[in-house]
């Protein structure tokens, strides 16, 4: 079993749609957990981290549920500019696992 | 200030060459990390150095691999003989002390292996 598991989309959206997705974790032991973002054929970035109580960053709300093992990221009036790939990522002492990406096309 | 800065960009070697990727971290980091990207398998770690010492190599696919890190700015990964299926996006990150869960990537290295 992969360690995060995403489901990949991809969803195609309207501009000022929102969009929510999610993925869970396997690890119970998991200590903190993020969004980063990657656009095509360039590097990950730190979108935002992720809390157990929730916590938003302008248009993006991100939650964490750690009974369920399961996060998610809400995405408000999107913009043509947030169009990528978001990768769940889960850390457990000095190491990053990755999902696979869930891809977001927003559209004109 | 500078990022984590990878060399070369682009990489294309025959099957057998040998091939080194680069990295200079972003300065002041002392943990640094080496992923590798496919569209099968997605981000993986291959190996983690904190003071220029590997901690974890437990992701390096196999004995034709090597990393070093000689100094705290610089550090290799190397691929002796390639094969085509090395072909991937090869990532160097770095992070603070005590901040392994924050790290910053370079731009890659994409390599293809013919």
């Known amino acids: 079993r992969k360690e995060v598991e995403q489901d990949p989309g991809p969803f195609n959206v309207p501009e000022g749609a929102t969009v929510a997705f999610n993925c869970t974790y396997s690890?119970?032991?998991?200590?903190?957990f993020f969004w980063y973002r990657q656009d095509c054929r360039k590097e990950p970035k730190l979108l935002m981290s992720v809390y157990s109580s929730g916590n938003e960053d302008g248009r993006f709300t991100a939650q964490l549920n750690r009974a369920s093992q399961y996060i998610s990221l809400l995405i408000r009036d999107s913009k043509l500019s947030d169009s990528a790939t978001y990768l769940c990522?889960?850390?457990?002492?000095?190491?990053?696992?990755f999902g696979a990406g869930t891809t977001v096309t927003v559209r004109a | 200030d500078a990022g984590v800065i990878q060399s070369p960009r682009h990489e294309v070697t025959e099957m057998g060459q040998e091939v080194t990727l680069r990295c200079k971290p972003i300065s002041g980091h002392n943990s640094l990390f080496w992923y590798r990207q496919t569209m099968m398998r997605g981000l993986e770690l291959l190996i983690y150095?904190?003071?220029?010492?590997?901690?974890?190599d437990s992701g390096m696919p196999e004995d034709r691999f090597s990393a070093k890190m000689p100094n705290a700015s610089f550090s290799t990964l190397k691929i002796q003989p390639s094969e085509p299926r090395d072909s991937a996006v090869y990532f160097c990150a770095s992070s603070p002390r005590g901040r392994e869960n924050i790290q910053y990537f370079g731009a890659g290295t994409r390599l293809s292996v013919l």
């Open positions: 690890n119970s032991a998991s200590q903190s």
């Open positions: 150095f904190n003071n220029n010492v590997p901690i974890d």
């Open positions: 990522v889960v850390y457990n002492d000095y190491k990053l696992s």
